[in-house]
């Protein structure tokens, strides 16, 4: 399987938000979710002085550009590069081109690998979120979402749920 890599997208100004929600609902309603992994509008935090009062606020670090952590391929070029507001990814012609590990630890953005503790069949409590207290038995683990899936019981039957990693801690 190809590795995951990130790559920058073109919006219109202003429409990055809306890029990354749409995006987002097209992985969830196509089940993209192993193939896209990631969309992200970067943001800094500025301290701005109006009126005579700082103001600390969130501006885009990049207007106009959404970066996205994904494995190329045509079906996920094809959601991607016709999504409303995308105006191409960056790279020529219609070739994109990955940012470098380099360019992603630049911009503050590369996860570091983290060593998880547990595997697949150890029971685990959540620890914070929505399912804050359940305890679980570990179904799947996705080392690329940083995320793992466990069975909860929720109305009486077993339902499987996706937690991140900082969510829970091994019995």
């Known amino acids: 399987m190809a590795e995951a890599k990130w790559y920058v997208v073109h919006t219109y100004s202003g429409y990055e938000n809306k890029v990354k929600a749409n995006i987002d609902k097209?992985?969830?309603?196509?089940?993209?979710?192993d193939e896209i992994l990631e969309v992200r509008v970067p943001m800094q935090e500025v301290v701005e002085l109006k009126n005579g009062v700082q103001k600390a606020s969130q501006k885009k670090m990049f207007p106009g550009y959404v970066l996205i952590h994904m494995i190329m391929n045509d079906d996920t070029w094809y959601v991607v590069r016709n999504t409303r507001g995308v105006t191409g990814f960056v790279g020529p012609g219609s070739k994109p081109v990955p940012l470098t590990d380099?360019?992603?630890t630049l911009l503050?953005?590369?996860?570091?690998?983290?060593?998880?503790d547990f595997e697949e069949g150890d029971t685990v409590t959540v620890t914070g979120g929505a399912w804050e207290g359940t305890v679980g038995m570990i179904q799947t683990i996705n080392m690329a979402k940083q995320s793992l899936t466990i069975n909860v019981d929720l109305f009486g039957r077993e339902?499987?749920?996706?937690i991140?990693?900082?969510?829970?801690?091994?019995m």
């Open 102 to 104: 380099e360019e992603m």
């Open 164 to 170: 991140s990693f900082a969510e829970v801690k091994k």
């Open 26 to 33: 097209t992985i969830e309603n196509r089940h993209l979710e």
């Open 108 to 116: 503050g953005i590369q996860k570091e690998d983290i060593v998880v």
């Open 159 to 162: 339902t499987p749920v996706e």
